[in-house]
């Protein structure tokens, strides 16, 4: 989606209307999802470095297979495992003869400030116009790079 047009002006009868309302939802929207993305790169990391911390989990590369995703249209985040980390699922959900250990939903509780404060670096620019389209990033991203 490009950059809207600063202001619409709309004239009738002798008055003249500016409106910037375009403008400012486009900003909203994409400081949020640019917010979901740096939440999503911060959550990663932290899940990965539980994992790291658990017995005999060091030797199992392929659980670090985390994800994210920004979506654009949903306009949400979602972070998981990837399909093929099956081991991952197990340890996260439980299963026959496996504990659930809940590592990334426990990460993300014990983050919630952490969150909040990346959040809010991003939605407190919006009263900066300048600031809010340098922190601005129209691509999609999916985080998926190996962490090691």
Avoid: C
Wanted: charged share 35%.
């Amino acid at each position: 989606m490009a950059i809207p047009k600063s202001v619409t002006k709309i004239k009738k009868d002798g008055i003249e209307f500016i409106s910037n309302v375009d403008r400012a939802q486009y900003t909203i929207q994409e400081l949020s999802r640019a917010a979901l993305k740096d939440v999503g790169k911060f959550l990663r990391k932290r899940v990965v470095q539980e994992l790291k911390q658990l017995p005999g989990m060091k030797k199992h590369r392929r659980i670090y297979n985390l994800q994210y995703w920004a979506r654009r249209k949903e306009a949400d985040l979602q972070i998981g495992f990837k399909h093929e980390a099956w081991y991952s699922v197990n340890q996260e959900l439980g299963a026959k003869g496996m504990p659930k250990k809940g590592i990334l939903r426990e990460t993300v509780f014990k983050h919630i400030d952490d969150i909040r404060r990346i959040e809010g670096q991003y939605l407190s620019a919006i009263e900066d116009e300048n600031r809010a389209l340098g922190l601005i990033d129209e691509e999609e991203e999916i985080g998926d790079e190996i962490l090691t």
